[in-house]
């Protein structure tokens, strides 16, 4: 139980485009959602963390215009980056947490590469 | 800044020794929480430790936690090559609230 995907797990683009990527959870659901960012071989930054129904809470320095964060359903988060450049270019991860649980679940990622 | 802070930042052992990770932190948790992530790959939920407990075990993962230290330890008994990854501590004040990361350590189990 408690599994988390997330779609695409790969994605290259060109430089001004926009790109979504979805995070489920799969058999729960999912209260709180969180969106990370991992550089090569360093830690998770957390970047926002979403609620269902409710507007996201971004951390301090994340652009929230950029990183549109939408959490229309127990089971479903988008984020979705918006004009990426290369430097956007990252390792993607979500993670989701239920009532009644610390534990957070987190998806396996999504790989993305700016051009 | 950082809630966690592992250490040593990499290791590197012979299959069937065991391999110490020691993690530090700053502010007050409700749990602390180790996870492993595969090169590339997502993170793996490995243990949860509760700020009122010390030690914690789950097959060949042993976890023990000082609240006065702000420090906690994961203990891998009789390494395996598979248990090459990255390892992350991760506290957190509880609830839906967020965990912070630390930076890691890489261990590499040479068969």
């Known amino acids: 139980g408690a599994v988390v995907s997330q779609h695409p797990s790969r994605v290259i683009c060109k430089s001004g485009t926009s790109v979504k990527i979805e995070c489920r959870s799969l058999d729960f659901q999912a209260t709180t959602m969180f969106w990370y960012r991992q550089f090569p071989k360093q830690s998770l930054m957390l970047m926002a963390t979403?609620?269902?129904?409710?507007?996201?809470?971004?951390e301090q320095g994340v652009e929230k215009d950029k990183f549109l964060i939408n959490h229309a359903s127990l089971t479903l988060s988008t984020l979705t980056v918006t004009s990426a450049h290369p430097e956007d270019s990252s390792f993607y991860i979500c993670?989701?947490?239920?009532?009644?649980?610390?534990?957070?679940?987190f998806g396996p990622g999504t790989r993305l590469t700016v051009l | 800044s950082q809630q966690g802070e592992e250490d040593p930042q990499a290791l590197s052992i012979q299959e069937g020794e065991n391999a110490t990770m020691n993690c530090s932190y700053k502010?007050?948790?409700?749990?602390l929480q180790w996870y492993r992530q595969n090169s590339g790959r997502g993170l793996v939920h490995l243990i949860l430790?509760?700020?009122?407990?010390r030690e914690k075990h789950s097959g060949r993962l042993r976890v023990t936690l000082d609240t006065s230290k702000k420090s906690s330890s994961l203990l891998i008994t009789a390494s395996r090559a598979a248990d090459t990854a990255s390892y992350f501590c991760?506290?957190?004040?509880?609830?839906?609230?967020?965990?912070?990361f630390g930076i890691g350590t890489k261990l590499q189990v040479i068969p």
């Open positions: 979403s609620n269902e129904g409710s507007k996201a809470t971004y």
């Open positions: 430790i509760r700020s009122n407990e």
């Open positions: 993670s989701a947490t239920t009532q009644g649980t610390d534990t957070q679940y």
């Open positions: 502010t007050s948790i409700n749990n």
């Open positions: 991760a506290g957190s004040p509880g609830g839906y609230q967020k965990v912070t």
